[in-house]
């Protein structure tokens, strides 16, 4: 199933749903300040879900479609989360948030500022091949890899992207001598195709959510895998669509365990 809505809809459905919050999305752009435009955006909302027979109302009870329930009760009260955002030059930013419920995955995106997609994906082997279509990488990895503090590898990530190149290489040796894989990851960035973040967040009810945080560059027929520490160091590695692959199907069995 897939269904977009329009931010009145999903307003209305939110608040059908009881829901304190959704992950991923910026309060201020599902909530109004003022209780009258709340009360405005809903009644708007209604009316749209009811012409399209997606909310029946009779009285004070509000019955929605099967469809739309199972999978708002997917985003509203997810088992584990997804958020993922894609940032490509001259294009901008993408956000894709995802969210797993009884072995299944619901995905949203944000088609504009006024309108919400809902798709259905499917299971975890699903989800994987979504995000491999959402971040294509290259089918070969060779570039090897090396440890660099975080706070320096982000400087030099800024420093290469703004084309301050020699900085950007003073950054990247900052924990030692600068060798093949500090040019390709400089390369990569340089040449970047695309950049993604992957937050994948296990819910524990009553407990404190547990976020496990990955990043990707592309660029110049190579990708780099980013993984930050506790220690405030982070491992920077070549990696190609198979072995994004493996790395998803760990992560998503961690977070759906």
């Known amino acids: 199933m897939q269904i977009t809505f329009s931010r009145a809809e999903f307003f209305t459905l939110a608040a059908l749903m009881r829901a304190g919050g959704i992950i991923g999305l910026d309060p201020s752009r599902l909530l109004p300040e003022a209780a009258a435009e709340r009360q405005a955006l809903y009644q708007a909302g209604e009316r749209g879900l009811v012409a399209r027979g997606l909310l029946r109302v009779s009285g004070n009870d509000a019955q929605l479609e099967e469809g739309v329930q199972r999978m708002l009760e997917a985003v509203v009260h997810p088992q584990a989360a997804l958020v993922s955002v894609k940032t490509q030059p001259e294009v901008g930013q993408q956000l894709f948030m995802h969210y797993g419920q009884a072995g299944g995955f619901v995905e949203q995106t944000l088609p504009n500022d006024q309108t919400h997609r809902l798709a259905d994906v499917g299971d975890a082997a699903a ?3 979504r995000l491999l279509q959402v971040f294509p990488l290259p ?7 090396f440890e660099l503090d975080t706070a320096a590898m982000l400087a030099a990530y800024n420093f290469i992207r703004s084309g301050d190149t020699a900085e950007g290489l003073a950054a990247l040796g900052q924990n030692g001598p600068v060798g ?3 040019r390709g990851f400089l390369a990569s960035i340089a040449g970047l195709q695309f950049s ?10 009553d407990e404190e ?5 990955i990043a990707l560059v592309c660029g110049e027929g190579r990708a780099w895998l980013v993984v930050g520490e506790d220690n405030g160091k982070s491992q920077i ?7 994004f692959a493996r790395v998803l199907d760990t992560l998503l069995a961690a977070v759906m365990g």
């Open 127 to 129: 989800l994987r091949e």
């Open 139 to 145: 089918g070969g990895a060779d570039g090897g890899g």
């Open 180 to 182: 093949a894989a500090h």
């Open 196 to 205: 993604g973040t992957l937050s994948l967040i296990q819910i524990r009810p």
């Open 209 to 213: 959510s547990e976020a496990r945080e």
């Open 237 to 243: 590695g070549a990696i190609d669509a198979a072995g």
